[in-house]
Structure formats: C-alpha cells, structure tokens
C-alpha cells in the first residue's frame, strides 16, 4: 500500500484490498494492495491480474456498505479461467475502507519515515462463521525506501538512476565535477551531489540495503570509493568497466589495502550478461543483477531451470540481507551500528 500513497493521499475516501495471506504459489507477496476511489478509479494490484476483476467489485461494495470484507481466492479445476489463481496457489484479500490510521501511516511513509500499521482484519467471509471467534491482527512494518547511490555523472549514470527510481529506490547521483553533476542531466534522480565520491559516502548512512553503483571509469574516482564501499555492510558494490578495467582496478584496491574477502565482494564488470550495449540496455543490465542480487535469483532463464519461481519469503516480505551475498563474504557492521554505518 504504501507504493500508493500518492494517489491515495490525493482522494477523500477509498476503499484499499490487501493481500494478507498466501497459500502455495501466488503471483504477488503478503502486503500487495489495490485500491479503488471515490469514482471508480483503480490503484496498485493484488495479482498478476486473474482476480482483479472480482477484488474490484468487492472494493465498490465496500465503498458503498462501509463493512469489511475478507474473501478467498483459489484455483477452479473445473475451469482454469474462471475467478481464481490459474498457477495453483490461494490467496486471503482484506478490503476495508480508508481510515485515520491507514491515512496517517500513508503520510508518514510518503515522508520516508519508518511505519508499522496494525489492522484487525474483520467482517464477513464467504462459508465460514463470523471472524470475531477467530479475530485476526494484519501488521505491515514499511521501511524507508533503499537507497542506491550512483558515482560517476556520466551517460550511463542517467539510465541507471531512471531504472533504479522505477525499481523503488532513492536515487542519488554523485560527481565531483560541477559541470556534469547536475539535476537537468539527472532528473530521475532524487539528489544530485557535487561532491568527490569517497568523501561524500564516507559522510552518508548506508544499511545492508543500500546499492553502489560506481560508474566513473577513473581510478582517482573509483578506487577510493571502492575502498570505502567494500568496507561497509552494502547490500551490493558494483563497478562499470572491462575485464582489463577490471583486473587493474583490482590491483589498485589491493595496493590502497583492501583484503581478498573484500575485494570479493565486489561486482565488477556490473550487471548480467544481457548483450547490450547502449546505456539503457547497459541500465537493464544492472538493475537486472540488482533484482537478482536482492532476491536471490540465479540470473538463469526460467526456461532453463526447475525451482520454484518466487523464492521463499518470511510473512510475505522477501529477506534480501540472508541471500544478497549466497557464496561471498559480507562485510562487517560498524562497531555498536549493526543495521549499517552513518558517520558525521
């Protein structure tokens, strides 16, 4: 819900079906939301779109009624297309109308302070008893968004920071160089610094959520960003450049001291083997080891492999920080700072 806030904040009332429970496979997690304004407008999704319609009609009545509804949806053997999940699995929906505390949650989050919103999901349920035998509490905890912190105002720096706005990310874009470090070249970006880029990250919070993207190209500018970065528990450190780039950059990190689990950390040449060549195609590529990195996927085409295709989550909330790094070492938290590092 809170990835609505915008539209929702902006109606007088709506109604707003959450996704509150998951059984086998289901195409969107624990927390998906849609809403529906005051004339019929439509927000946000709780499928890949097999049960839209019947959620929709149910936030109508709900407008209307004011009374909560919690429905079911499952597969239908007999018809596949009928109201259901066609890849199997079921999925519990909460519909409600707005209220002062769901309103007051959406502000702060738009604001990017953390929230944690209780609801008691109530009302009817079709062929079972009234829920207040069996009265249950949905919490969602919402997070500031995670950060990706781009060095390097180059070309490809305005497509990575563009796909990482979409991704969900507050974007900020850092170059030392005045001329190029600007918000007209960077407009997806939410901050453009002009800063030298180790020193501005030496001054910023980070947590193990936050993305590095350096794209610079100059050992004055990457190698002591790189040091910086490799040294602090990041979800993902990433460098642009070719696998001679690369090589080199490596032996200049040993020289500034890094060590080899550290050093191991770092993603470089950045992103999948997409093939691409232009700075969106290159953009894709990175934000497409970005998604894997942060959900542990293989990078493998789905045709090609057997496991299940939406990982295991934890009450519907994927763990990036247990598989980030599957098979590298990860940094170490600040001392007394174990969620990340914020130094004056």
Same mark, same amino acid.
């Given at each position: 819900?809170?990835?609505?806030?915008?539209?929702?904040?902006?109606?007088?009332?709506?109604?707003?079906?959450?996704?509150?429970?998951?059984?086998?496979?289901?195409?969107? =997690?624990?927390?998906?939301?849609? /809403?529906?304004?005051?004339?019929?407008?439509?927000?946000?999704?709780?499928?890949?779109?097999?049960?839209?319609?019947?959620?929709?009609?149910?936030?109508?009545?709900?407008?209307?009624?004011?009374?909560?509804?919690?429905?079911?949806?499952?597969?239908?053997?007999?018809?596949?297309?009928?109201?259901?999940?066609?890849?199997?699995?079921?999925? #519990?929906?909460?519909?409600?109308?707005?209220?002062?505390?769901?309103?007051?949650?959406?502000?702060?989050?738009?604001?990017?302070?953390?929230?944690?919103?209780?609801?008691?999901?109530?009302?009817?349920?079709?062929?079972?008893?009234?829920?207040?035998?069996? =009265?249950?509490?949905?919490?969602?905890?919402?997070?500031?968004?995670?950060?990706?912190?781009?060095?390097? /105002?180059? #070309?490809?720096?305005?497509?990575?920071?563009?796909?990482?706005?979409?991704?969900?990310?507050?974007?900020?874009?850092? #170059?030392?160089?005045?001329?190029?470090?600007?918000?007209?070249?960077?407009?997806?970006?939410?901050?453009?610094?002009?800063?030298?880029?180790?020193?501005?990250?030496?001054?910023?919070?980070?947590?193990?959520?936050?993305?590095?993207?350096?794209?610079?190209?100059?050992?004055?500018?990457?190698?002591?960003?790189?040091?910086?970065?490799?040294?602090?528990?990041?979800?993902?450190?990433?460098?642009?450049?070719?696998?001679?780039?690369?090589?080199?950059?490596?032996?200049?990190?040993?020289?500034?001291?890094?060590?080899?689990?550290?050093?191991?950390?770092?993603?470089?040449?950045?992103?999948?083997?997409?093939?691409?060549?232009?700075?969106?195609?290159?953009?894709?590529?990175?934000?497409? =080891?970005?998604?894997?990195?942060?959900?542990?996927?293989?990078?493998?085409?789905?045709?090609?492999?057997?496991?299940?295709?939406?990982?295991?989550?934890?009450?519907?909330? #994927?763990?990036?920080?247990?598989?980030?790094?599957?098979?590298?070492?990860?940094?170490?938290?600040?001392?007394?700072?174990?969620?990340?590092?914020?130094?004056?």
């Amino acid at each position: 819900m809170r990835e609505l806030a915008d539209a929702l904040l902006a109606w007088d009332t709506f109604a707003v079906a959450s996704v509150v429970a998951v059984r086998g496979s289901a195409p969107r =997690e624990i927390g998906a939301a849609m /809403a529906v304004g005051p004339g019929g407008q439509v927000v946000g999704s709780v499928s890949g779109g097999c049960v839209e319609g019947a959620v929709y009609e149910l936030a109508l009545q709900v407008l209307a009624t004011g009374q909560p509804v919690l429905e079911s949806f499952g597969y239908s053997d007999d018809d596949a297309f009928a109201v259901g999940l066609t890849c199997g699995g079921e999925l #519990d929906v909460f519909v409600q109308r707005d209220t002062p505390e769901i309103r007051a949650a959406l502000r702060a989050a738009r604001e990017g302070r953390p929230v944690s919103l209780r609801r008691v999901i109530e009302g009817p349920r079709a062929g079972l008893p009234p829920l207040a035998e069996t =009265e249950r509490v949905f919490s969602e905890t919402w997070r500031p968004q995670p950060r990706l912190l781009v060095f390097g /105002a180059i #070309d490809y720096a305005g497509a990575v920071a563009e796909i990482g706005r979409f991704l969900g990310y507050q974007v900020t874009v850092c #170059d030392a160089r005045p001329i190029f470090a600007t918000p007209q070249r960077f407009p997806a970006a939410h901050e453009v610094v002009v800063d030298w880029p180790h020193r501005y990250l030496a001054s910023t919070c980070t947590d193990s959520r936050t993305a590095v993207c350096v794209l610079t190209h100059d050992p004055k500018f990457d190698v002591p960003v790189l040091v910086e970065a490799l040294r602090r528990p990041l979800a993902f450190v990433g460098a642009l450049g070719s696998r001679r780039t690369h090589a080199e950059r490596l032996e200049r990190l040993r020289e500034a001291g890094l060590a080899e689990h550290e050093l191991a950390r770092l993603r470089s040449p950045i992103g999948l083997d997409l093939g691409g060549r232009t700075p969106e195609e290159t953009a894709v590529s990175i934000a497409a =080891e970005l998604v894997a990195v942060r959900h542990g996927g293989s990078g493998s085409p789905l045709s090609s492999v057997s496991s299940p295709i939406h990982k295991e989550t934890h009450h519907g909330v #994927d763990l990036p920080e247990r598989r980030r790094d599957e098979g590298r070492p990860a940094a170490l938290a600040a001392a007394g700072d174990p969620a990340g590092v914020c130094r004056p």
